[in-house]
């Protein structure tokens, strides 16, 4: 029993001492939806990510035409929490 308790614990102890540099990252996601120059849908959701590297390499900003009248603009800005 007390091997178990012990092999728990250094697992654990592993596992927090990984997760100390994780950063969390808040980031704003937008989806604006057009058709034919017309706003049609606009959607901001907030987000939470974790990561060890730059929050900023989550950063998007793309434009998706769905065909020749319908498209989506989405854009995600993220910052250290």
């Given at each position: 029993m007390?091997?178990?308790?012990?092999?728990?614990?250094?697992?654990?102890?592993?596992?927090?001492?990984?997760?100390?540099?994780?950063?969390?990252?808040?980031?704003?996601?937008?989806?604006?939806?057009?058709?034919?120059?017309?706003?049609?849908?606009?959607?901001i959701?907030?987000?939470?990510?974790?990561?060890?590297?730059?929050?900023?390499?989550?950063?998007?900003?793309?434009?998706?035409?769905?065909?020749?009248?319908?498209?989506?603009?989405?854009?995600?800005?993220?910052?250290?929490?």
């Open positions: 007390k091997k178990i308790a012990v092999i728990l614990c250094t697992i654990a102890g592993i596992l927090c001492f990984a997760s100390c540099g994780m950063k969390e990252c808040n980031c704003i996601s937008t989806n604006v939806v057009t058709l034919n120059d017309s706003i049609i849908s606009n959607e959701d907030t987000v939470n990510n974790f990561t060890r590297g730059d929050c900023e390499s989550f950063n998007k900003d793309e434009t998706f035409d769905m065909d020749s009248v319908r498209h989506v603009h989405h854009v995600v800005l993220c910052k250290e929490n």
